[in-house]
């Protein structure tokens, strides 16, 4: 298998294998072309399908922890009949190599038991490739990290994630253009539409119930289909 690194000079040309088409397409690039100065790496296979990594230096993270001298691993994905080829290894291998040669701590990625919750890795693969949980948060979001040095001192959430609450009434929905799996992904039918009526009503009546709408780095997608 080849693979492909898209950069500021290939992006507009070649696709992105978490949203191939349409408008999260669009949408996904622009964020990535915001992001390749803070040190955003996207790698995928030469073959039409999804298997790629993406990751990014902790700091510039849109994620609510503490790991400096980290990499993140915003998504590491296997699909379809790519799945079972060692491809996640290969790609894997690429990242930690990548961590070595800029002298990093290691590397960290959220995990959650249960199959795409959130779209979330696998914290069972994840644990066979080496990594150690290194915090878990109330609502059993598991913060995971591999260690390159031995002094490596572990990543933690930061209190917002650790104990997340909110102090409105109403729906709070965080959602980013990082991922075109967030926001409504794993409702069922009744309840998208559900919440897209509120959202609605909340824009055209600005009555007293409210689902509340931000942009923020709370919450984001990293998802992982591992072979």
């Known amino acids: 298998m080849n693979y492909l690194k898209i950069n500021k000079d290939n992006i507009d040309r070649e696709h992105i294998c978490c949203a191939m088409s349409g408008k999260q397409s669009l949408v996904k690039k622009e964020w990535m072309k915001q992001r390749f100065d803070e040190g955003l790496v996207?790698?995928?296979?030469?073959e039409r399908g999804k298997c790629f990594i993406e990751y990014i230096p902790a700091e510039n993270a849109w994620v609510?922890?503490?790991?400096?001298?980290?990499?993140?691993?915003?998504?590491?994905?296997?699909?379809?009949?790519l799945k079972g080829h060692g491809y996640s290894e290969a790609l894997l291998s690429e990242c930690i190599r990548d961590a070595e040669r800029q002298n990093k701590q290691g590397l960290c990625i959220l995990s959650a038991e249960g199959r795409k919750?959130?779209?979330?890795s696998d914290p069972k693969y994840l644990a066979h490739k080496g990594f150690i949980v290194a915090d878990t948060s109330d609502c059993g979001i598991t913060l995971?990290?591999?260690?390159l040095k031995s002094n490596a001192v572990p990543p933690k959430f930061k209190e917002c994630a650790k104990h997340p609450a909110v102090e409105?009434?109403?729906?709070?929905?965080?959602?980013?253009?990082?991922?075109p799996f967030?926001?409504?992904?794993?409702?069922?039918?009744?309840q998208r539409r559900t919440i897209f009526r509120l959202r609605s009503f909340t824009l055209l009546t600005g009555k007293r119930r409210k689902m509340y709408l931000?942009?923020?780095?709370?919450?984001h997608c990293s998802g992982t289909e591992n072979s």
Do not use: H
């Open 214 to 219: 931000r942009r923020s780095r709370l919450m």
């Open 168 to 179: 409105e009434k109403g729906f709070v929905l965080y959602f980013t253009d990082q991922c």
């Open 144 to 147: 995971m990290y591999l260690p």
């Open 42 to 46: 996207f790698y995928r296979s030469e």
């Open 182 to 190: 967030t926001g409504c992904r794993g409702f069922g039918k009744r």
């Open 64 to 81: 609510p922890i503490d790991a400096d001298g980290y990499i993140y691993i915003n998504c590491l994905w296997i699909a379809g009949a």
């Open 117 to 120: 919750k959130e779209f979330l």
